[in-house]
């Protein structure tokens, strides 16, 4: 992918924002997979592994693409979903909700996974969404190094974006695993975060919101 100005990757506000270098676009994926797989070489022999081992030989170059390619693709614009809208001809005027959307991010002061479910919800101002578009926008913030706070505010804000609507409601519900894994090792916790904004600000909405996704 051609370079590109970082102000041109995200319009939202500087808090709202993946924190990414200047020149987080010069690299081409193949360049950043031949970087990262050197460098995990290095990590590996530290940590004393043998790579010679049949096991291993190929460790460094799966964990790079798995970074590039998979668990953090949603460092690259080229990756942002295109949404597909459709005219709301037959006038639906109450709630979308799409719950228990797989949500797989990584932690970005450990690296860790965080697992959960996302639940969304719009009311539509002429336009509708395909469904799957729900999805895989939760899945491209998702694909990144994260805070579930910003998470949650991404998802909103992309979705307020695209239907051209503010009425609209994000609830995850995730586990941390540097939180099960390490540290405290308490594996049985889950932390819920949440943007309720328009129409979703009302009591009533809102209540109809969680009780449609059991909470």
């Given at each position: 992918m051609p370079a590109q100005n970082l102000a041109d990757y995200e319009t939202d506000a500087e808090h709202y924002r993946t924190p990414l270098k200047v020149n987080a676009f010069e690299l081409d994926d193949e360049t950043k997979i031949a970087m990262i797989s050197e460098h995990f070489t290095s990590i590996l022999n530290i940590l004393g592994l043998d790579l010679s081992d049949d096991s291993l030989k190929g460790t460094p170059n799966r964990i790079a693409k798995m970074y590039v390619k998979e668990i953090f693709s949603g460092l690259n614009p080229a990756n942002k979903p295109v949404a597909t809208l459709f005219?709301?001809?037959?006038?639906?005027?109450?709630?979308?909700?799409?719950?228990?959307?797989?949500?797989f991010s990584n932690c970005e002061h450990h690296f860790v996974p965080i697992t959960g479910k996302a639940h969304v919800a719009y009311i539509s101002k002429g336009k509708v969404i395909g469904l799957s578009k729900l999805n895989r926008i939760v899945q491209y913030y998702?694909?990144?190094?994260?805070?579930?706070?910003?998470?949650?505010?991404?998802?909103?804000?992309?979705?307020?974006?695209?239907?051209?609507?503010?009425d609209v409601a994000v609830l995850i519900d995730a586990n941390h695993h540097c939180v099960s894994s390490r540290g405290i090792q308490d594996a049985g916790s889950s932390t819920i975060t949440s943007s309720f904004s328009g129409k979703f600000r009302d009591a009533e909405t809102k209540n109809e919101f969680l009780s449609n996704i059991g909470k």
């Open positions: 005219e709301n001809r037959y006038r639906y005027s109450e709630m979308l909700v799409e719950k228990n959307i797989a949500v998702s694909r990144r190094p994260q805070v579930q706070e910003r998470l949650t505010i991404q998802i909103a804000r992309e979705i307020k974006r695209v239907l051209n609507t503010d």
